[in-house]
């Protein structure tokens, strides 16, 4: 597979809405919003993160309060974005109607806009890169139930590219020269088809596994990029290292486990190496599990008893984390498991059982799902809406975060976008945070996630907090994540 590196930042880092009177400004006839103008905002509920100093080096604690009806970023230095209603019917009342459309530019007629999407919908690691067209489909299906922007349906043509760096590659180039952007792709191959979006620069809004995809040019990301190189080298936030620190529950011996695939052992490898530069001892490594096999990880959980692990982190899928939990339930051994964000979902206790999985630890880097936030709300009403039967996930909430400032761009850049004016609004971005569910980002810097982020716990069937106790945890640096 050509796909070589796996999410590392995500275990550093991975009320029901309504339409209300949130100010919408009118929208132009094409082009954009000024610098710093427009970051985000929501129309249901006042959240306001305040961050010490520059996350993306050495930062605070940050903390939100939802009250009152928008959404405000306060970061020292930069001015109060303008408000923004993230609701469908909001979004769809910025521009109503068809009168002045035109084709505006490739995959764009004057009533529909057609979006592509790229996601490994089958292959080795299963039922986790499907939640992120799941989610772009369910938001567009709201906005287009109210009528769509300026009239026009949004459209979203999702292809299968099986997990495969070849298959990535050619559903790109099939695409780049039909859909008018790509929103939400998510794949473990998506190395693959940048290069066929920088020749037609097609702008790519979504989140990157991959690191030449999180660097790209025509890459923009409402929840920041993966690897970052810094000094040659490829490097991460050490944001959980410290939090675990802080919390006195940083592991003195860690196992690493991961699948046989380089895009799990590749990530299992770096994380092993951030924490030993940390202080930790490395007692046993499994960089050889096979992806959906039979057997179990009895063995690899004795291996770890009897070098007195106290710690371990994988970087497999729900299905490989469901033979752990369930392998040191039965050998009665628990140490602190740790896991990557990919595994955030209801499904990951319902597979494990609950007595399995109590105490799994996950890194996130937004609000969970189970506090009373109404932006993050509103992703939850649509997919039970508009996907019925779909459970929310890691994946899907960073599609549906890049499917979210897509739309907010096409308000932006007028009853006639193109790909320029929609490109121009993203580069305005000045610390977003998608109406307050993630940490800032400013998307032209493609900086790596993971410089602010919760901990969660399984706790009976769901995932709950762990630390800090509100707001997001910040303290961080960028580390190398290799020697």
């Known amino acids: 597979m050509a796909a070589k590196r796996w999410v590392v930042v995500a275990v550093t880092c991975l009320v029901l809405a309504t339409a209300c009177g949130a100010r919408v400004d009118p929208l132009p006839e094409s082009g954009g919003l000024s610098a710093g ?23 605070g604690t940050a903390t939100t309060t939802p009250s009152g009806n928008q959404s405000t970023n306060t970061v020292p230095g930069q001015a109060a974005p303008k408000s923004f209603n993230y609701t469908a019917a909001g979004e769809a009342a910025a521009c109503t109607g068809t009168n002045g459309n035109t084709a505006s530019d490739v995959g764009i007629t004057p009533t529909e806009i057609r979006v592509g999407n790229v996601s490994g919908l089958t292959g080795v690691i299963t039922n986790s890169f499907n939640q992120g067209p799941e989610a772009v489909q369910a938001l567009f299906d709201d906005v287009n139930a109210h009528g769509g922007i300026c009239g026009r349906k ?6 299968d590219d099986g997990e495969d760096a070849a298959r990535n590659e050619a559903n790109h180039r099939d695409l780049a020269t039909k859909v008018f952007t790509f929103v939400g792709s998510t794949s473990n191959a998506d190395n693959a088809g940048v290069q066929a979006m920088v020749e037609r620069n097609v702008p790519d809004i979504g989140f990157a596994i991959n690191e030449n995809r999180g660097q790209s040019k025509v890459f923009w990301s409402a929840a920041g990029s993966t690897l970052y190189k810094q000094n040659g080298k490829y490097t991460a936030y050490n944001t959980v290292e410290n939090g675990l620190k802080a919390n006195n529950a940083f592991p003195k ?12 052992s590749d990530a299992a490898k770096q994380f092993a190496y951030r924490y030993q530069q940390a202080g930790a001892e490395i007692c046993y490594t499994d960089y050889g599990i096979q992806p959906g096999a039979s057997y179990s990880l009895d063995s690899q959980v004795l291996q770890m008893k009897r070098n007195n692990c106290d710690g371990v982190f994988t970087t497999m899928d729900v299905s490989g984390n469901t033979k752990l939990l369930q392998a040191e339930q039965r050998q009665n051994f628990h140490p602190l498991t740790m ?5 955030y979902t209801p499904d990951q206790i319902a597979v494990a059982g609950e007595a399995a999985a109590q105490g799994l630890q996950i890194t996130i ?18 997919l039970k809406t508009y996907q019925p039967g779909k459970r929310p996930s890691s994946f899907g909430v960073l599609a549906w975060a890049a499917g979210q ?28 945070d998608t109406g307050g569910i993630l940490t800032p980002v400013t998307p032209r810097t493609r900086r790596p996630v ?34």
């Open 365 to 382: 880097n937004w609000i969970p799902f189970n506090e009373p936030n109404p932006i993050m709300q509103i992703y939850l009403d649509q």
């Open 450 to 483: 993971g410089p602010c982020i919760v901990q969660v716990e399984a706790k009976g069937g769901e995932f709950v907090r762990k630390w800090p106790s509100s707001g997001f945890y910040c303290t961080s640096k960028l580390v190398p994540s290799e020697p």
């Open 253 to 264: 011996r860690i196992a690493a486990l991961a699948y046989s695939i380089p895009i799990s």
């Open 154 to 159: 949004l459209k979203l043509v999702v292809q």
């Open 37 to 59: 103008a427009a970051s985000q905002q929501s129309g249901t509920a006042e959240t306001t993160t305040t961050l010490a100093g520059d996350t993306g080096t050495d930062g």
């Open 405 to 432: 400032m897509f739309v907010q761009g096409l308000i932006a850049a007028g009853r006639n976008p193109t790909r320029a004016t929609l490109v121009k609004f993203f580069e305005s971005l000045e610390n977003y």
């Open 339 to 343: 896991v990557t964000f990919a595994s």
